[in-house]
Structure formats: structure tokens, C-alpha cells
């Protein structure tokens, strides 16, 4: 992206930026011009990062579920053109019969209650932009239900349910709203976190699986759907390898590529 010598580097937000799909995203947009705020709770891979990106990103401790240390985060910018709603996160694959509640509330706080915070502070510093672009990082669960995917399912299907109201409600504004859904993502944290540190059995998540998404490929589709000409929006995006026909039918098993 290239930018005339006057114009200021636009600014972009990725939350939940320490790792996976947010730390790609960072490195992606970064790529792509932006000057990269990377936002997340530790400290030390937020610091990684940024060191990786280089000298237009910049870290930014903040909890989304914090309703200060948003306020205080976001008071730190002067411009900003790009949201990226990333933080957010599943914990326990139990039924709903025999869910662990205070789970369910910690997924609604980060990827519901998070989402809209953060968007609650950047709307008056978007409005001001005209880039001004809202990805919100949501799943395939925002949209399919699977068994034992409960409190997580129902966090991202209002993760998704706030993109849709979002963009009905700044309907004659020049901001963008992106819902994006991805599907298997294979990402250092995600599945070991929502199994309790379990690492054996985070790895049988995917086994078998030929080629499921990176981290990488979700932050190709952010460049994508932010790198549009302004009006042209993205309502929703789902991503999935080819392996994953849905959240519950995933191909175990090698897949003839054709030497792609």
C-alpha cells in the first residue's frame, strides 16, 4: 500500500495481539503500511511481536475486559483507522448440561463484552478516519452449533449478533463492519488453553488434519477485506481448509493435492 508523502501512516489496532492469529495479523497489516498497534494482557509476547514487526508497531498492555484499562488504552491514540477486534477465546468442550458457568462468563466477557468495549472507545477516533475499518474475529461457531462447543458457541454467536447490529446502526457512515468466521485454525494457544493446559489432547485436535488453517491464512482474509477501495464491505467471511466441510465433519486423513 502505497501512501502519498503528506498523508499520515494509518493506524491499526489488533487486540489479543501477543500470539496466533492477532500477533499475524499485526504482521500483516504492518505489511501492508499500517502503523500497528499491538494490544494484548502480556507484556512479553506483546514486546516479541512488536520486535518482529518493526519500528511502526508499538505494544499496548489492556485487558478487554477491564473497563479502564480500555479507557486508558485507547486515550493513547491520535488516530485510528483500523479495529481490530481479536481477543476472545474458548475454555472447555463440556455439554450444556454439565457446563462450568463461571467458563461461560469469562467467553462471554472477552468475546462479546471485549469486543463491544474496545468498539465503544475506537468509534469517535474511527469517525474521524477515512479508512475507518471494524474486523471483528469471530468463528465458524458464530454461525454452527456443534455438540460440546456450548458456552463457546453461544459467545461467538454474540460476537457475530454485535457485528450485525454494529453495521445496521452505522448505516449512512463511511465505517466499514467485517465479521470474520473462521473455521480449524491451528495456532500455538487456542485449542491448549480450551483444554486446560492439556497438550496431548490439544494435539488430537488435529490429527489426522491435512493442511488445516495458520494463523497466517486468517490474517491474509484481515489484509483482504481492510485493503477493499472504502466502500465496498465484507459483511461476513468464512474461512475454512479444505479438510473442514463443518465444525463437527473434518476429513481425517491425506487429501491429493494435485501438486498444488
Known sequence: MSEHPSTPQPVALV???????????????AADGFAVVVAGRRRERLDEVVAGVGPTARALVLDVTDAESVRAGLAT???????????GGALGVSTVEAGDLEQWEQMYATNVLG???VTQAALPLLRRSPRATIVNVSSIAG?????????????KHGTSVVSETLRLELNGENIRVTDLRPGMVRTEEFSLTRLGGDQAAADRVYEGVDRPLVAEDVAECVGFVVGLPQHVVIDSLVVKPVAQAAPYLVHRGPIDWKDA
Open 15 to 29: 487486540t489479543g495481539g501477543g500470539t496466533g492469529i492477532g500477533a499475524a495479523t499485526a504482521r500483516r497489516l
Open 143 to 155: 454461525e454452527r452449533v456443534y455438540a460440546g462447543g456450548g458456552g463457546y458457541v453461544a459467545a
Open 77 to 87: 491514540f491520535e488516530r485510528l483507522d483500523v479495529l481490530v477486534n481479536n481477543a
Open 115 to 117: 469486543t463491544v468495549r
